[in-house]
Every structure is written in C-alpha cells, then in structure tokens.
C-alpha cells in the first residue's frame, strides 16, 4: 500500500477489492481499474453518493452516467434487454462495449445516475479487478471515468490521484490501463442501433456482429439532452490542440504517430511503428504529459480512421474543438 497526495493506494489483494466494496456499499466514492480507463464509483442505487461523483468530477447533473455491473443478471435487473442487446452481450460482455437501454423504471437505480432520461447505459468490463469489484459490492455502481469533468481521461493510478485524489475514499491501482481510450457506447434502446461514441471496440467489430454499420446520431440530436455526453469540447488539455499536423511550428510541442517529422521542441509519439493499439493506450498520458498549458500548442500528426484510430481521432477533435 502507498499512498499519493494522502489517499490511500491499494495494490489489488483480495483484501483490498474486498475493502473498496465496503467502501462503496457504505456510500463512498472508490477508484478503479477497467481494461478502458480508470473509472471513478459509487454506489448507483444511493443519490447521495451518485450526487458525490458529479460534484468530485465538477461534472454537469444533465450528463447521465453509466451503471457499471458485474453479470448479466445485475444488467436485466435495471435495463430491458431486447434480441440485438442480449446478442451483443454474449458476445462482448465482459468488454469494452456500453449499451443504452430501456430501463427499468421499478429498479432501485438512483434517477441522478440516468439524469432524469429513461435509458440507462450499462457497461460490464472485462478488467479482474473491476469485475471482480463489481461482484463483490453485489450492487449497480455508477462509474464515469476518473477525471475531472471535461479534462483528459485517467489512464494511471497516479493520473487518478492528481484529478479526484481527496475526493475518494479509495484507489486501487491496476498499472496503467491496457486500451486507454474509453468503452464504445451503442444505443440500443431503439428499433435502429445508434454509435454515440466510438471507442474500444471498434466500428469494425461491432458492425461484424450486429450484420450493418449502425447509425450515428444525426447533427440536430448531437446537441440535445438526450445524447449528452457528446458535448463537443471534452478531454481538453490546457494547451490549443491543431490536428493533422505533418509540418509542426517551431513553437509546438508535437504528438507524433509513426515516422515522425524533425522537431526542435517537446515531441511524444504515440506510436513509431504506427500501431494503433498501442497509440491509444499512451494517447491520454501523452496528452496530460506533452500539455504546455493555457498558451501553450500541440500539433497531432494524421492518424487513420481504421479500427482504434476512430476512438483516438474522436478524442483528439474533442481536444481540438473550440471551449
Ligand atoms: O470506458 C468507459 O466507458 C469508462 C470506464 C470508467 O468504464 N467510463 C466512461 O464514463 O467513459 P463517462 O461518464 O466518462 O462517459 C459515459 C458517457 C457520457 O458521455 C454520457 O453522456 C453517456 O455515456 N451516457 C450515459 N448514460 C447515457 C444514456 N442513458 N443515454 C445516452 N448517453 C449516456
Ligand atoms: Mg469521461
């Protein structure tokens, strides 16, 4: 055990998962490894402690958060599952895969963790220590990831500890998370499936199982309440963000994504080789790391739009995007 900034900082035992999942059955706020990023949680079936999550993230109450489950039964118990979510679900759950669906309304979850929608979006991840968690706690844990609202994605313990350390009760810290990009989320809660963010899964695995590219939202709902979390400027670093840079100025710290340029100031790359899998899980640590702050710019080189490139590209116009 250790501790950063004065939280506690638990290596996974049995003993410790087991002293989250008090925690969060006593109403607190613990940190937690997925197979994404880190993700921050509590109890979803207790509004005090769900309200506790939006004011540690600084995070809007109209921005729904995802209920968090260990199996499938804990899935049926708040959600309606139709014919394409329960195929979906036997073949990527656990995994990155987030489904909106019609809730339950007789279920105990907290109306703050759905903002008031009638949708809820349920995600079973893949990481053992988070199913693990999840098992253990025995109950629906809301968890949005473990940064501050608006701010890069927590991919570390110790990016955790610097955005939400005095807030949580709690950290287990699973090393660096393995995808480091968020889960892909599918609205499943209709007729048509709807991609409201592409992610850890990607576009071409989903598309596979379900026999049809599934729809995106069209521009007029983008902006409304019920696809919330598309907000358009989202994992901002402090630094102007210039995409699809082959040629950086000499003032910009670059993010580079396979050969790179010759660059005089900071430069990162997410990948030399050019790997996909391997840029999106540096691609928030780089962020955080590269960031010269307000004034300061980064220039991204092009990265491809196939398979984790769509996530990696999602999050990088959200950097970019105006605020
Ligand atoms: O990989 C992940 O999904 C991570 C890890 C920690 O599990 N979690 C995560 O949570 O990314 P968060 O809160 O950062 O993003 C969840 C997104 C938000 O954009 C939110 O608006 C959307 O899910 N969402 C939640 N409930 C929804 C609903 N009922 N309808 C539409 N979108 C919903
Ligand atoms: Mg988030």
Known sequence: MRNIRSVEVAQPSQDAILRAAEH??????????????????ADATNGRAVAAIYEAKGRPTFNPLIATVGDLAAAEAIAELGPLARRLAAVFWPGPLTMVLRAKPESAISSLVTAGLDTVAVRMPSHPIALTLMRAVGLPVAAPSANRSGHVSATTAEHVASDLGEKVAMILDGGPATVGVESTILDVSDDRPV?????????????????????????????????????????????????????????????????????DGPCLNLSPSGDLAEAAANLFAALRDLDPGPGGRIAVMPIPERGLGAAINDRLRRAAAPR
């Open 24 to 41: 969060l059955r006593a109403g607190r706020l613990v940190a937690f490894p997925t197979e994404t990023v880190y993700g921050i949680g």
């Open 195 to 263: 991609l409201l963010r592409p992610g850890a899964l990607t576009l071409e695995d989903l598309t596979r199982v379900i026999g049809e590219t599934p729809q995106r939202p069209s521009s007029a709902n983008a902006a409304a309440p019920n696809s919330p979390g598309q907000l358009e400027s989202h994992y901002a670093p402090g630094a102007k963000v210039r995409l699809g840079v082959t040629a950086p100025d000499a003032g910009e710290a670059l993010l580079a994504f396979g050969v790179a340029p010759r660059h």
